[in-house]
């Protein structure tokens, strides 16, 4: 959805349990979008605090992390889930995929052409344990978890409800994910 | 420079303590380039071990991590720094940065538009500390420490010497990396 600078949104993990694929592009000039490496430089962290921001490949807060009433567990270093991805998982044939979710959602705005940034995944569990490796967990929200996004700029916004159902992350049972503007 | 499938180079830390922005990009399509975010997935780590692929944002091989006779410390969390974030620290003017070398290097290949990838970070030193909260730390490596990578598929390879000279991620005096062609 297009999000007008200032407006708040919260997306609600309606079941519990679902991760939930989230990205912002500046409504202008998507070439401009979160960066989750540049917003890792700019908070000195994994991921943002309540009361910091993520900001764009240019540096610039796009979205504030208002309020977080999950227990504060979420991802931003791995990639959304793609067709390439269900085939090395050994799915043959088509898969949905937060990719391809992004994707239609953004044609569907008119925008064709846009990179595939690392998205904010909210909800997502990949502990960083010893020696560098990560870790694939179940999601640990409870139904009717939330978080709320601050925009501060015109963008657009897309979340995907991941739909991997081979890797734990969702526990294998897909469910939905609600986005109320408020 | 134009790497061949097979081709091996090294990376070499010349006097020590400098970190190597390293970037890979497929030489007849530069929209796929070696993603930090799909290589973490593929090796379920913040970075590859000896014998383990960085892979492109389609998940194929793109760089094969042969050798590292470096105490193994490297980074890719954070962004290549650019203009902004020279401005950001305080810095009035111009700065030489790692994306500005990035895009000199590509455009005397001949290829003027390119997306700016997070970097793997040769010898940077940014620790996970607790709590999800990242460290800025010197660079580990001592003089004639080095890295040998192998292209898996023709590619460009972009190496830049981290112009930092603010935060101690190079000492604070930035030094010369050397590029082998083996």
Request: charged letters at 25%; one cysteine or more.
């Amino acid at each position: 959805m297009r999000v007008a600078a200032g407006q708040r949104l919260r997306v609600v993990d309606v079941e519990g349990g679902q991760v939930a694929d989230t990205f912002a592009f500046r409504a202008d000039d998507v070439s401009e979008y979160q960066s989750a490496e540049h917003t890792r430089v700019h908070v000195n962290r994994l991921f943002p605090r309540p009361g910091e921001h993520f900001v764009t490949n240019h540096r610039r807060p796009i979205l504030l992390l208002e309020e977080d009433d999950t227990p504060g567990i979420h991802d931003m270093l791995c990639a959304a889930c793609d067709p390439e991805r269900y085939t090395g998982l050994g799915v043959e044939g088509w898969h949905a995929s937060c990719q391809e979710n992004l994707q239609k959602a953004m044609a569907e705005l008119g925008v064709e052409r846009i990179e595939i940034p690392q998205p904010i995944n909210l909800f997502m569990n990949i502990p960083v344990l010893e020696q560098g490796a990560i870790g694939w967990e179940p999601a640990m929200t409870k139904a009717g978890d939330s978080v709320t996004l601050r925009a501060e700029m015109d963008c657009y916004v897309v979340v995907s409800a991941c739909p991997q159902d081979i890797v734990v992350i969702n526990n294998k049972q897909p469910s939905p994910v609600a986005i109320e503007l408020l």
